[in-house]
């Protein structure tokens, strides 16, 4: 019997195309016989995680023939203290992408509509066609009255209407590092209707050092409606444990823990988040490297005469003299795997993540290399 099993798929589904995640190292070498390759793709943090972290996860190992605490209770109590919430306004993810999809699975129907903006994080219209929801992308800033490629609040407003159930904001963005300052989003977030609820993604929080950025974790008593999103992946060293969080009203946080699979966070994942939160140190390194990781690749992209988007995050997505997957597959050759932005309507440009400052010198010559 014939079966065409993508005719018995639900509709949202039958046109996905998987999330492309960035080449492993292991592929590279294996693929072009190269050694002592670099992976600039992932956004991941080249200090690695607190070593405070590797001995909480280490010790939560000798445990795991046992289930982990389906609450996390111990790790939902210290994020709540963190940022002076009810333990009830917590909702634990495998990564903050599981608590993204949590979030459409509980708010989208094929009834409803979601917002979200031109080259915006990869996953928001995954899990909306995954809800069978309709995407409505909001046009970004052409440069004429705000950050080019950043997120037009304006624009984006005016296609919410009364089919809109979710908005989706990353701040920064991700792949395009722009980032939308207090007074703005405030205003926005103010003006939604009570049917809309908005999802600030702050993945790339701790990086930011500009003085008007918002904390919008503390938003959480004026707007009922809106659900942030935080991840152990980037600042903290965390992203092959995968645990994210959110913080939300008590009952939206509610609806979520409905649908959030039990044990969705594993036992050394939530030990190591613990350890890592009490890490001051290890954060305050790994900020003052970005921060000097990225002016250093901005001065040789700017040496090479490439512009660039100025980003607040651990990355930098710049343009191409050419069709930036040959460049890519060009690095590839030089042992450099960074990411390329085709995917979000973004031909010519390539994101390279902020390595140490080694990996950075040997990108920016690679680079060279291969645009000469």
């Known amino acids: 019997m014939d079966n065409n099993f993508t005719d018995l798929a639900a509709p949202g589904v039958r046109a996905l195309q998987p999330y492309q995640p960035g080449k492993p190292v292991a592929e590279l070498e294996r693929e072009y016989g190269i050694h002592d390759a670099v992976k600039l ?50 909702t634990l993810g495998n990564g903050s992408n599981d608590v993204l999809d949590l979030v459409a699975r509980v708010f989208l129907t094929p009834d409803h509509e979601a917002v979200y903006s031109q080259y915006a994080f990869a996953v928001y219209p995954i899990v909306v066609q995954a809800a069978g929801a309709l995407p409505q992308v909001a046009a970004a800033h052409d440069g004429s009255h ?27 963005n991700n792949p395009t590092g722009t980032w939308l300052n207090s007074d703005e989003l ?60 959110s913080l939300s009203h008590p009952d939206v946080a509610g609806l979520l823990n409905r649908v959030r699979q039990p044990f969705n966070v594993n036992q050394p994942a939530q030990a190591a988040a613990l350890a890592a939160l009490d890490d001051y140190a290890h954060i305050e390194e790994t900020v003052r490297g970005n921060h000097q990781g990225r002016q250093q690749l901005a001065a040789g992209l700017e040496r090479l005469g490439l512009s660039y988007i ?17 460049v890519y597959h060009d690095l590839l050759q030089e042992g450099m795997i960074v990411r390329p932005l085709a995917n979000y309507g973004m031909p010519y440009h390539l994101r390279v993540t902020v390595g140490l400052e080694e990996e950075n010198r040997r990108f920016l010559e690679a680079l060279e290399r291969v645009l000469s």
């Open 310 to 326: 100025e980003s607040a995050g651990n990355f930098i997505a710049f343009e191409t003299a050419r069709p930036g997957m040959d």
């Open 41 to 90: 793709a992932s956004n991941e943090n080249p200090y690695g995680p607190s070593s405070l972290a590797i001995a909480a996860a280490g010790q939560a190992l000798q445990d795991i023939s046992r289930y982990p605490e389906g609450s996390g209770y111990l790790l939902t109590e210290r994020l709540a203290g963190k940022h002076q919430v009810s333990s009830e306004c917590i």
């Open 146 to 172: 705000g950050p080019a490629y950043g997120h037009d609040l304006a624009a984006m407003s005016k296609l919410i209407g009364s089919n809109t159930r979710l908005v989706f904001i990353a701040n920064p």
């Open 186 to 245: 405030q205003a926005f977030i103010a003006g939604l209707p009570g049917h809309v609820m908005v999802v600030v993604d702050e993945a790339y929080f701790e990086y930011v050092d500009y003085l008007q950025y918002p904390d919008t974790s503390g938003w959480l008593e004026r707007y009922p409606n809106l659900i942030v999103t935080r991840t152990f992946s980037k600042a903290y060293g965390l992203a092959g444990l995968r645990v994210g969080y």
